[in-house]
């Protein structure tokens, strides 16, 4: 062991990972705590031998043989201890002379790239969400809460297969199997950094659906993320119970109009500011296009995988190119303030000459 750590040095996250210093400080509190240990099991050995030698009397051996097998197992389960201790120490001293770094955003680009077993999953959660329309029929009422609208559809997402939870990375939490809003619920924005987010049941949970019942005339946005194996894929269509305010329709269209024209230009090559970007300039100066003011997000589609927040990202100043074998989500979406949210959301595999869709639901705006 070195001399570099002094007393009241404590590990921190600005330090690089198990550097010297850090490996030093973590030996010998391994040291300290494997001596600790060793002290007291020889103290309570010798006072066993001790015990063994006073007690003559056999009415109280009963109640010292329990005493002295409580012990024993104690002793036993410091013994298992300290071989991990000794592990411990073992795959410190393997790291002396190297240096360990964070390898997250290599991987991250590896995974980026999906191998064909991959896709295969990624289409099989694709196709889960293709019976949407189906549910919505079968389910959605004026008057049912969006918490048990949401749970119909989550009934049918589970009895399919699907694993319940999605992970999101960059936000540190998950999603459970994505948001149902309706009507106001559609804007209501929060801690993640996405267009929608939704009021949630209860502050512990603000993200989601709520117990706001569902009225007629008003849009209902169903964010869905289909999942296979823990493969995921994502997917956003528009409903609603009796007709929409022109404003809604247009920004519907839209929607509809931005995401097959920036799906067209997707294509190995691309970065993913450059469609971004052009998401930008087709919606124009029309209202809530990601956001609401303050609120607007600066990206348009996301890569997927694992996680539901994976690369590529088709975001403003991503400069990465897409490659053949990487998937994406296009969502672009139009928010309202008071009113709702409307938009729509594929999944694309990135081919060698364009984007596949992967997500079949149809894509109209469909009136209950």
């Not at 003559?56 to 013994?79: C, K, P």
């Not at 117990?211 to 964010?223: A, Q, S, T, Y």
């Not at 938009?343 to 364009?354: Q, W």
Request: a negative charge; hydrophobic letters at 40%; proline letters at 5%.
């Amino acid at each position: 062991m070195s001399d570099v750590v002094t007393h009241s040095y404590r590990p921190t996250e600005d330090e690089p990972y198990m550097n010297e210093t850090q490996r030093d400080y973590f030996r010998r509190k391994l040291l300290s705590w494997r001596e600790e240990i060793l002290r007291g099991s020889n103290e309570t050995l010798r006072q066993l031998k001790e015990e063994d030698n006073r007690v003559a009397d056999m009415s109280d051996w009963a109640s010292y043989e329990t005493e002295r097998n409580f012990q024993l197992r104690a002793r036993d389960r410091e013994r298992k201890l300290l071989s991990k201790i000794d592990d411990a120490l073992r795959r410190i001293g393997k790291l002396d002379g190297f240096e360990l770094d964070d390898c997250s955003a290599a991987l991250r680009r590896v995974r980026a790239v999906k191998s064909g077993w991959e896709l295969r999953q990624v289409e099989r959660a694709a196709e889960m969400l293709s019976h949407v329309h189906e549910w919505m029929a079968r389910h959605a009422r004026v008057g049912m809460t969006e918490l048990e609208l949401a749970a119909e559809i989550e009934r049918e997402l589970r009895v399919a297969g699907h694993q319940g939870p999605i992970r999101f990375r960059a936000f540190n939490n998950e999603l459970f199997y994505g948001s149902v809003l309706a009507g106001p619920s559609g804007a209501v924005p929060g801690s993640t950094e996405t267009p929608i987010v939704g009021p949630g049941p209860n502050v512990a949970v603000s993200k989601g659906a709520s117990h706001r019942r569902i009225e007629r005339g008003e849009p209902i946005l169903v964010d869905l993320a289909g999942a296979w194996e823990g493969y995921l894929a994502d997917q956003t269509r528009t409903f609603s119970l009796g007709p929409l305010p022109r404003r809604l329709l247009d920004a519907y269209e839209a929607a509809r109009e931005i995401l097959h024209r920036v799906a067209d230009e997707a294509m190995p090559g691309v970065t993913g500011a450059a469609l971004y970007e052009r998401a930008v300039e087709l919606a124009g100066d029309l209202e809530g296009f990601m956001g609401a003011g303050d609120e607007r997000v600066t990206f348009v589609g996301h890569g997927f995988g694992l996680e539901i927040d994976e690369l590529p990202l088709l975001a403003k100043g991503w400069e990465e190119p897409l490659e053949a074998g990487m998937v994406f989500a296009l969502e672009p979406k139009f928010v309202f303030p008071g009113v709702g949210a409307v938009g729509i959301e594929n999944s694309y595999l990135v081919t060698g000459d364009g984007a596949e869709r992967l997500t079949s639901a149809p894509e109209d705006l469909l009136e209950l």
